[in-house]
C-alpha cells in the first residue's frame, strides 16, 4: 500500500547528540518537505526537495540539514540538539496537487 | 504568493449541531483550496480539496466545503458535529513550490 512513513515517532535525547528523524514513501512523488510543528499550532516549512540531489531550505530558519540521495527517503539530521529542537517534526511528500503527510515525529530535547 | 487566513483559533459546538470552520484565500489567478484535520499527535490528513468545477466541494467523514469566489472564501462545513469531530482544522492554498497553510482552528465538539 502506497503510504509515507515516518520513524521514530517519539524521540527524548539530552543535548548535544546527532539524531537523525527518518522519513520514506512509496508513492513515487518527486517533492518532499519537512515542516516543524509546535503541539496545536501552525506548520512551518523547513526544507523541501523536488527530487534526487535537490534540497532547498524553508521559511522557518533551522539548524538541521536533510539529504535526498534516493525518491523515496528524505531523512532530516541534526548534528548536535538543543532543547529549542524541542517539536513535532511533520514530512510530507506530493502530487501536483495534493500533499501527503507521514505520522509526526515528537522530539523532545532534554 | 498565494495564502490563508483562518481567522478563529477555537470553535466550539455542540455535538449534532451544524459546524463552520472559516477560510479566507488571496491568491493570483484560479486557487487550489484543501482542507486537512490533524489529531492528537498524528500527522494531517486530507478531507477535501476545490480545483475546479463545483463549488460546494465533498469530502471524507461528512464535510464539505463551499468555494466562494465574490467573498474569496472556503469555508469547510457539516451538517451534524460529533464528538470525535474535535480535531485542529488546517485551511491550505496550493503555490508555486509548496502548499501554503492557515494557523489552523481547533474545534471542540461538546456532547
Known amino acids: 500500500e502506497a503510504d509515507i512513513y515516518q520513524t521514530p515517532r517519539y524521540l527524548v535525547i539530552g543535548t548535544g547528540k546527532k539524531i537523525t528523524l527518518e522519513c520514506s514513501q512509496t508513492?513515487?512523488?518527486?517533492?518532499m518537505y519537512w515542516y516543524q510543528q509546535d503541539p496545536g499550532m501552525e506548520l512551518h516549512l523547513i526544507h523541501y526537495?523536488?527530487?534526487?540531489?535537490?534540497?532547498e531550505k524553508g521559511d522557518l530558519s533551522s539548524e538541521s540539514t536533510v539529504s535526498r540521495i534516493r525518491t523515496e527517503h528524505f531523512p532530516l539530521t541534526l548534528e548536535s540538539a538543543r532543547p529549542s529542537h524541542t517539536s513535532q517534526y511533520l514530512c510530507?511528500?506530493?502530487?501536483?496537487?495534493?500533499?501527503?503527510f507521514g505520522p509526526g515525529t515528537r522530539l523532545t530535547v532534554l | 504568493a498565494q495564502s490563508v487566513a483562518q481567522p478563529e483559533d477555537q470553535v466550539n459546538v455542540a455535538e449534532g449541531n451544524p459546524l463552520t470552520v472559516k477560510c479566507t484565500y488571496s491568491?493570483?489567478?484560479?486557487?487550489?483550496l484543501f482542507w486537512y484535520v490533524q489529531y492528537p499527535n498524528r500527522g494531517l490528513q486530507f478531507l477535501l480539496k476545490?480545483?475546479?468545477?463545483?463549488?460546494l466541494v465533498k469530502g471524507s467523514y461528512g464535510f464539505e466545503a463551499e468555494f466562494n469566489k465574490s467573498q474569496t472564501s472556503f469555508h469547510l462545513k457539516k451538517p451534524s458535529a460529533l464528538v470525535s469531530d474535535s480535531a485542529l482544522y488546517f485551511c491550505?492554498?496550493?503555490?508555486?513550490?509548496?502548499?501554503?497553510f492557515g494557523a489552523g482552528t481547533r474545534l471542540t465538539v461538546k456532547p
Open positions: 491550505a492554498v496550493r503555490d508555486i513550490r509548496d502548499m501554503r
Open positions: 508513492m513515487g512523488h518527486d517533492k
Open positions: 476545490y480545483i475546479t468545477g463545483d463549488n
Open positions: 491568491v493570483s489567478g484560479n486557487p487550489y
Open positions: 510530507a511528500s506530493s502530487t501536483y496537487n495534493e500533499q501527503f
Open positions: 526537495s523536488y527530487g534526487v540531489n535537490s534540497t
